[in-house]
């Protein structure tokens, strides 16, 4: 074969359309306040480390195929069997698995704005994606969702990027109107949230899954779930690739699921943190959803009151100027004017509002 060779016309036409997911800026050097990718601030529990360290030796072995230890812990703290739980490397690995079994080249949905991977994955399988649109109230669509005819629709509770819950009542509604599946994206679920994992029993059409990239501080190791009835999982473990959880990442993750009290704290910690941001940018009198996640969205203003997109991209351009890094979405009306802003340390909190202040005192002198 020839150098010359062009791989173009070869390339899978759906593939060929994809924008790649673009996650958020991960600097190299340490010296930035990170508030731009909902990572927990805070380390995970000391038992991972060791557990992990003990599996150093054994790197020469494939890892258990299912991750049967952890899915047996995952299954005892919802009180499912564990033919109900399957373990991804992350949910992101979850959602794609999900779409391959059940999408391929039909439909699925999701809400507008919500998490950014839903359309790369859909776009890989080959699949469309309907788009149902939140009004600013941010209230759950629910006979928009329900009737679309989505084999699969994506639900992020709460939802991401604004933070915002549904209730368990208008989930249930809409299992009970909808003919495909709910997948419940619960990534964010553990920072104030109700989580429908407690629906799985009475509802055949719902999936829910979880992280512990966020709650557990462990984003780097690459571990979820999903909680949905046997028939489904089975499905799902049909498309899984055999060894898709790395041995340390299933001792890891099995270290921190045990260690129930440190999750707890962590949680509360970051809830505590939030709450007082929350109170801050109120005395700002800048409007924020009100979250149950582990990030706010929130509508800068200038000195002169204004909000807009223009506003809000001058703050997040500020911020960055000083290695503050927050995110902005400037794809919707809806999420044009915000930032949304991961919640830190109570320090990193205060550098992030020291960053207000410089920006409001620049905007002064200009
Ligand atoms: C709504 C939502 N779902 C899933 C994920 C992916 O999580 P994981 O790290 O488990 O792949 C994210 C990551 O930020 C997210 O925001």
Known sequence: MSNDFDPEPLIVSWVDKISPYIPGEQPQTKDWVKLNTNENP???????????????????????????????????????????VIIGNGSDNILDMITRSFVGLGQAGHTVPSYSLYPVVVGLSGGDLINIPFDKSMDLPIEA??????????????NAPTGVGFSIEHIEELLKKMQGILVVDEAYIDFGGISSAALIPKYKNLIVVQTFSKAY????????????????????????????????????????????????????????????????????????????????????KNNKGV????????????????????????????????????????????????????????????
Request: proline fraction near 3%; glycine fraction near 4%; aromatic fraction near 12%.
């Open 42 to 84: 805070y380390p995970s529990s000391p038992k991972v480390k060791k557990a992990i360290q003990e599996q150093l030796g054994k790197l020469r072995l494939y890892p258990e195929p299912q991750s049967k230890s952890l899915r047996q812990a995952i299954a005892e703290k919802f009180h499912l069997s564990t033919s109900e």
């Open 145 to 158: 969702i329900a009737k679309t005819p989505a084999s699969i629709f994506f639900l992020t509770n709460p």
């Open 217 to 300: 501080s462990l984003a780097g190791l690459r571990v979820g779930y999903a909680l949905s009835h046997s028939s489904i999982i089975k499905v799902l473990d049909r498309v899984r690739d055999a060894y898709n959880v790395d041995r340390l990442a299933q001792v890891g993750a099995l270290a921190a699921i045990k260690d129930i009290s440190y999750w707890e704290k962590n949680c509360q910690r970051i809830i505590e943190t939030r709450l007082k941001v929350e109170a801050k940018l109120e005395g700002l009198d800048w409007f924020t959803y009100k979250s149950v996640s582990n990030f706010l969205f929130t509508q800068p």
């Open 307 to 366: 909000t807009g997109s223009r506003v809000a991209k001058s703050l997040y351009e500020f911020l960055k100027s000083k290695r503050i890094l927050v995110r902005y979405f400037d794809a919707y009306a809806l999420t044009c004017s915000f930032l949304r802003v991961s919640i830190g340390t109570d320090n990193q909190m205060k550098n992030f509002f020291e960053g207000i202040e410089l920006w409001h005192n620049q905007e002064q002198q200009n």
